[in-house]
């Protein structure tokens, strides 16, 4: 009798989640019964008591003191475990393979905490075990048993398995095909998950929230806003507009997919904005590229005393980041440490990708410092800033100690590092980034293909650039204006025009960079009348409205061909604001072919405006010493310390056995400076006995 009643006090506590009472029946349990003879329903139910309350600890010296466990026992703990979250799943499957050893045969109950604990901790071939004996056993025909299961193969990225899984389910509920829909949803499958919600309503003639808000979250951009239009006609219709989780499912749909008039009408008419639907319309504009409307919308959300999740940072941050917001970047790191988010892995990678995008590598190491977890995305954002920033030894010497420490890379760390590498025309750390490329199984699909035909392209290794080219299994415009670039830039001009043709031919639409590097390859190659074939054709042909680089190129052709006076008139009568570039690449023209007079006019055009730059002064003025104006000379030098324009040194580098030889001009610091100088000298000789001259009309004078 006294078992029955401990039974039913137990069993209320439970439900009121009531510890403390819970412990006081434990006790008189254990004071009218010995451990050995407790019954097996008191037990269990005592091992699901502390579970259900959250202390597992104690749920588990209950278990272990249990001398005949049958399969509530069991379950009691496994499922205790595995919705407690990846913290103590991985106990899960340690328990499993000990009750079959046990030989307790495990119900449909066990399979659907197995289930979740694999899905949990991606426990893939764990679940596929469980998966075995799950048929073996006949429970994978229960629906709770084969949900749980599709469960845990969407989760860990197998849709082809779970779609087995749910064709041959002899039973779906709502959750099986929520489930499918959403594994399609979380691999971008948009046309699959359409495909399966189709079917749901064909044959179960019952749409729910949760089948609604799967599809919603599947259709991610601008081709698929029509099919999330008739779904929010359907949400209408049926009544489901009034789950504000629905209503929250058609804000993101639309941000996503780029309506932002639609996702605005929809959060305007949500009549229970909860902090998801905020960060949804926010994320949307973010996304979108209207950070300024971000940024409102989240300082309306605050003074409208919503209080905004991890989710909400993470999207304002990302807009402060696309507009270099610092200042209002700060504020929101204020904010969320303030309410408590400053351990977030996702919140602090979007700080530390912020921090570096506004130029603040300080504040982003501090960031990337502070967590040091082994997230790839981490690591990636901090490579990425410094590559971003120009601070490309530290992103390479960042990625040797992610190597270090074991994290592997994904596509984008191998593009920012390889990008890094192009920087620095450094060719050696470049084919060792591409060893590593080909050891993780990357392909050489963009934007890895891309960064790679940089690399060698900037190093002059056209060889290595074609070949990767040539294996790039789809090539979009930047990887062919990539290649016409190395062609061009690398003394293959003719080589960079026929692979124009061949883009052309292969349907491949050019954009302005295209015209670019070829208006320079005709640029070097002295192709006048081609070169204006092509600045023509960029508009009647492709309706590509010539920018000021295409200009600066034509400009560069008329000067390199000695046509400068035709460079002028061309000059003088564009109607794009140039600014002073078109004058400072005709003066460097008028240099090369000695047209003092030409040059003098560009130069004062360039004194006329303002230049910053140190060059055209040297320049203006060497051409007034050759000319024999000294009162010229005089007054160039007078503007140049008036405006504050120093002429900068110059630099260079060049790799040689593993290590980088840097030079500043006047700079005696590089240990064997003396066997330098002197190599210097026996070249000079060598110069002078074969017969060179130096000119000196237009040297540079002092200044």
């Avoid at 570096?356 to 790839?376: I, M, Q, T």
Wanted: hydrophobic letters at 40%; charged letters at 20%; one cysteine or more.
């Amino acid at each position: 009798m006294y078992r029955a009643s401990f039974f039913t006090e137990l069993l209320h506590c439970t439900q009121q989640k009531d510890l403390r009472t819970g412990k006081a029946i434990h006790a008189q349990i254990l004071k009218a019964t010995s451990s050995s003879s407790t019954c097996i329903y008191l037990t269990n139910s005592l091992v699901n008591l502390y579970a259900k309350c959250g202390n597992l600890v104690k749920a588990r010296i209950v278990f272990d003191n249990i001398t005949h466990k049958d399969v509530v026992s069991w379950n009691c703990l496994i499922n205790a475990y595995s919705q407690n979250g990846p913290t103590t799943s991985f106990l899960v499957m340690e328990l499993f393979q000990r009750m079959r050893a046990e030989n307790t045969f495990p119900n449909a109950h066990t399979f659907a905490g197995v289930f979740t604990a694999a899905s949990n901790v991606l426990d893939v071939f764990g679940g596929r075990q469980a998966h075995a004996v799950a048929v073996k056993t006949a429970s994978f025909y229960d629906v709770f048993v084969g949900s749980s299961l599709l469960n845990m193969y969407c989760k860990v990225g197998l849709v082809l398995e779970a779609r087995k899984v749910f064709d041959i389910m002899p039973e779906r509920n709502s959750v099986s095909w929520s489930t499918m829909i959403s594994g399609y949803a979380m691999q971008r499958m948009a046309v699959d998950a359409l495909e399966i919600f189709e079917l749901m309503r064909y044959v179960e003639e019952d749409e729910n929230e949760f089948a609604l808000t799967s599809v919603l979250s599947a259709l991610a951009s601008p081709e698929f806003v029509n099919h999330g239009k008739l779904i929010h006609c359907l949400a209408c219709k049926i009544g489901l507009l009034s789950f504000v989780s629905v209503e929250n499912a058609l804000v993101t749909m639309y941000g996503k997919c780029g309506s932002l008039d639609d996702a605005l009408k929809m959060f305007e008419q949500s009549g229970d904005k909860d902090s998801i639907t905020w960060s949804a319309m926010i994320t949307g504009y973010a996304q979108s590229g209207d950070s300024n409307k971000a940024l409102k919308l989240f300082s309306h959300m605050h003074f409208s005393r919503i209080k905004p999740s991890e989710f909400t940072f993470v999207g304002v941050i990302n807009a402060c980041s696309d507009i270099g917001a610092i200042m209002e970047g700060k504020q929101v790191h204020g904010y969320s440490l303030k309410m408590g988010y400053e351990s977030q892995i996702y919140m602090m990678t979007a700080l530390v990708d912020m921090y570096a995008k506004c130029g603040s590598l300080v504040d982003a190491r501090k960031g990337f410092d502070y967590l040091r977890e082994p997230d790839f995305v981490l690591w990636t954002s901090m490579i990425g800033g410094y590559v971003q920033n120009g601070k490309n030894e530290s992103a390479l010497s960042l990625y040797c100690r992610m190597q270090m420490e074991g994290i592997l890379p994904n596509e984008l760390t191998m593009a920012s590092v390889l990008k890094a590498c192009s920087s620095l025309a450094a060719l050696e750390q470049g084919r060792q980034i591409h060893a590593h490329i080909v050891k993780h199984g990357f392909s050489l699909e963009i934007p890895i293909g891309s960064a790679l035909s940089t690399m060698y392209a900037k190093c002059g290794s056209l060889e290595d650039v074609d070949l990767v080219f040539r294996r790039m299994p789809t090539r979009d415009v930047v990887s062919w204006n990539v290649m016409i670039s190395g062609l061009s830039q690398n003394g293959s001009g003719h080589d960079a025009l026929k692979l124009f043709e061949e883009m052309q031919l292969e349907n491949t639409k050019p954009d302005d960079v295209t015209f670019v590097n070829i208006l320079s390859a005709c640029s070097h190659l002295g192709l006048v009348e081609q070169g204006w074939v092509y600045f023509k054709m960029m508009f009647d042909k492709f309706g590509i409205v010539p920018r000021l680089e295409h200009y600066a190129c034509m400009v560069d052709i008329l000067g390199r061909a000695g046509k400068l006076n035709e460079a002028k008139a061309f000059i003088e009568s564009s109607t794009i604001d140039h600014g002073m570039c078109l004058w400072r690449i005709l003066l460097s023209a008028c240099r090369n072919y000695r047209n003092f007079k030409l040059g003098a006019y560009a130069g004062e055009k360039l004194m006329e405006l303002g230049s910053q730059e140190s060059s055209a002064y040297v320049l203006l003025s060497s051409i007034y010493t050759a000319l024999g104006k000294w009162e010229h000379v005089e007054r160039v030098r007078k503007i140049m310390k008036l405006r504050g324009v120093s002429k900068e040194p110059g630099c260079s580098w060049i790799d040689l056995k593993n290590m980088t030889h840097v030079f500043v001009v006047g700079d005696q610091m590089h240990p064997q400076i003396g066997e330098i100088r002197g190599e210097l000298r026996m070249l000079t000789k060598q110069m002078e006995d074969e017969g060179y001259q130096p000119t000196f009309e237009l040297t540079s004078v002092s200044l």
